[in-house]
């Protein structure tokens, strides 16, 4: 998806910020770039989108030469979220998420489509939200906005650079599940920059360690945790996380799991299929007047869009139909 082949970076003081990379972003992965200050983390993100330009070698984005695309068009077809959340404070929310699409000639009725939905997958209702200004939500509101709007424009790349690193522990960590759920349902390839290893390990499929402008080390939290290339990731990963190497696995299916959603027996399929949407779950259990669960389980398919990987297909089931 995208690939930096032998890529420096000189800048005009002599700095050499970046010394000959090579390395492949998959598509559909979250590869997060951390290092201490200096590495060239952020350097190569910036890069992805041409707001830095390399000295010397090539990158690539399916293939095709980005130094020869127009640098705006390009921008336009990347999500970019940063630390300062970046929203226009004299737009409302619904005018902040949709100003690429509507800079992109999107129809009205499209792009307010998109920003509904968006504003539901993060769990802020677009009726009570959409028409406030940023000045009026809170620090952790206002960067889901500042994800989703990276999302409106349906890009297939997003970069985020420290999206999350200027909120309080709590909303961090509601934003890192919060995006760890997304990446599962909407599969972007999204490049994420931090200095904070708990974070890293948490979202990421894989992992680009940087040090002095090079790549020391790329591979999945795991394999990071388990076998450090050297004494500088060693310690950059802590002797705490190492020690606590042997109990890292997998999460257990209770983590994943989310409370049932309940519908009567009389509601309309319209209002059922509406409420799987708005609550974010692929299911519904069907219940009498006594909220009781009596009969076997009928299967439909879902005539709602949605992204679906070439291994699988999207059903919505109503338990008890």
């Known amino acids: 998806m995208i690939e930096f082949k032998e890529v420096n970076k000189v800048f005009r003081d002599g ?30 993100m ?73 504003m539901h997958m993060v769990g802020l209702d677009p009726e009570m939200f959409g028409e406030r200004y940023p000045s009026e939500l809170s620090g952790g509101q206002q960067q889901r906005i500042g994800v989703i709007r990276a999302l409106a424009a349906e890009p297939k790349i997003i970069l985020m650079d420290e999206p999350f690193s200027a909120l309080d522990p709590i909303s961090r960590e509601q934003l890192q599940d919060e995006l760890v759920r997304l990446q599962r349902d909407i599969q972007k390839t999204i490049v994420f920059v931090t200095h904070d290893m708990d974070e890293a390990l948490k979202i990421a499929d894989r992992i680009c360690i940087m040090k002095d402008g090079e790549v020391v080390q790329l591979d999945t939290p795991e394999n990071i945790i388990r076998r450090p290339a050297n004494e500088f990731v060693r310690s950059f990963i802590g002797e705490d996380r190492l020690q606590e190497s042997d109990s890292i696995s997998f999460p257990k299916l209770t983590k994943l799991m989310v409370p049932a959603v309940t519908a009567g027996e009389n509601r309309r399929l319209a209002e059922s299929l509406k409420m799987i949407r708005n609550k974010r779950v692929n299911s ?35 338990w008890g139909i």
């Open 15 to 44: 700095f050499h910020a970046l010394k000959n990379i090579t390395f492949k972003v998959e598509e559909g992965e979250l590869l997060v770039l951390i290092g201490p200050s200096g590495s060239g983390k952020t350097t190569t």
């Open 46 to 118: 910036r890069m992805i989108n041409r707001l830095i330009e390399p000295t010397k070698g090539t990158i690539t984005i399916e293939g095709k030469d980005i130094s020869k695309e127009d640098p705006v068009k390009l921008r336009r077809t990347i999500g970019y979220v940063i630390q300062q959340i970046g929203l226009l404070p004299h737009m409302t929310i619904k005018e902040n998420v949709s100003l690429v699409p509507r800079l992109m000639k999107w129809k009205k009725e499209r792009y307010i489509d998109k920003v509904d939905e968006l």
């Open 284 to 318: 519904l259990v069907v219940v009498n007047d006594q909220n009781v669960f009596q009969q076997p389980a009928a299967r439909i398919r879902s005539p709602l869009p949605g992204k679906t990987s070439q291994s699988r297909r999207s059903w919505f089931t109503l």
